[in-house]
């Protein structure tokens, strides 16, 4: 069965940097388009990064230029790297897989678990 294990959450202080990897199982990741998303407390999801099967990527415009959606089809991998990081960027992150390229988080056909993102003020 098709699983997406993401890692790399933790605590950091604002202005702070992670790398968010998830590493995706039982689907033929490098026709899949990928995304993340994110869920802060009380707030529903909302779409953060994708990334399509030809390496175009696109942004949620509060995080353009302080994330990068990247993908490693060789190690069925897709990472988040995040700086510059603020305390509205908390949230459980989520990756998900897509085979068509889409931002929106109902068209999404597999998902992670989550990792919980805490920035500090």
């Known amino acids: 069965q098709v699983q997406l294990v993401e890692s790399g959450g933790g605590l950091v202080q604002a202005g702070g940097s992670l790398r968010l990897s998830c590493a995706a199982s039982?689907?033929?990741?490098?026709?899949?388009?990928m995304g993340w998303f994110r869920q802060a407390p009380g707030k529903a999801r909302e779409f953060v990064a994708t990334?399509?099967?030809?390496?175009?990527?696109y942004y949620k415009y509060s995080v353009k230029g302080r994330f990068t959606i990247s993908r490693d089809n060789a190690k069925n991998t897709v990472y988040l790297q995040m700086s510059s990081l603020k305390p509205e960027d908390t949230a459980v992150y989520y990756c998900?897989?897509?085979?068509?390229?889409?931002?929106?988080?109902?068209?999404?056909?597999?998902w992670g678990q989550g990792t919980q993102v805490t920035v500090s003020s």
């Open positions: 039982g689907l033929t990741f490098s026709a899949y388009h």
């Open positions: 990334i399509s099967v030809t390496g175009g990527t």
């Open positions: 998900a897989a897509n085979r068509y390229y889409s931002t929106s988080a109902g068209d999404y056909d597999y």
